[in-house]
């Protein structure tokens, strides 16, 4: 890498890293574009759970639902609370790195492939996990590909940027 690849856009270096020039980004956006929108859905997938087995946190939601206790014990309510809460762990973790990685230029067909591999192990742990159940290890490989991928990057980033600081 030389000083020009750190640069996200300037006058000496040209057109962006972070701009819909570049094709590496463009996967990001879309990448991370659907992570978000399958976070979203995992708010409504939870209501979806709490409406269905009448399983209510708050006193206010029960005149809804016309039950008279509040619960928080369904395990179908909880596997899919864990499996948003765990999004919230590692979607973001993943977002944030990955863009930081686009940002110090790395070889395109790599960028793209760690991308687009790790967005979809996220996707498929989503549904082995709250949607479709499967026994482990699968759901343990769909996380540890995404978070392989994640170290790979923050490496790469920190090996760019450590001459800067």
Same mark, same amino acid.
Request: overall charge positive; glycine content about 4%; hydrophobic content about 45%.
């Given at each position: ?20 020039? *570049? ?26 759970? %709490? ?10 939601? !029960? ?9 928080? *014990? ?21 977002? !944030? ?11 395109? !067909?790599?960028?793209? !492939? ?7 192990? %996220? ?43």
């Amino acid at each position: 890498m030389n000083n020009e690849t750190i640069n996200m856009s300037g006058p000496e270096t040209g057109p962006g890293l972070l701009n819909k020039s *570049n094709p590496v980004f463009c996967c990001y956006l879309f990448w991370s574009s659907l992570l978000v929108l399958k976070m979203l859905l995992m708010s409504l997938l939870t209501a979806r759970q %709490r409406i269905k087995t009448k399983t209510f946190a708050n006193p206010e939601d !029960l005149r809804v639902a016309k039950t008279s206790d509040v619960r928080f *014990n369904d395990p179908n309510v909880e596997r899919v609370r864990r499996a948003h809460r765990n999004d919230l762990e590692n979607v973001l973790p993943f977002l !944030l790195m990955s863009l930081a990685y686009v940002a110090c230029g790395p070889h395109p !067909l790599t960028a793209k !492939l760690l991308i687009r591999i790790g967005a979809s192990a %996220r996707l498929l742990h989503t549904i082995v996990y709250a949607v479709l159940p499967l026994p482990q290890p699968t759901r343990a490989l769909c996380f540890f590909i995404t978070f392989g991928i994640v170290c790979f990057e923050a490496i790469y980033v920190l090996i760019a940027a450590v001459k800067y600081i």
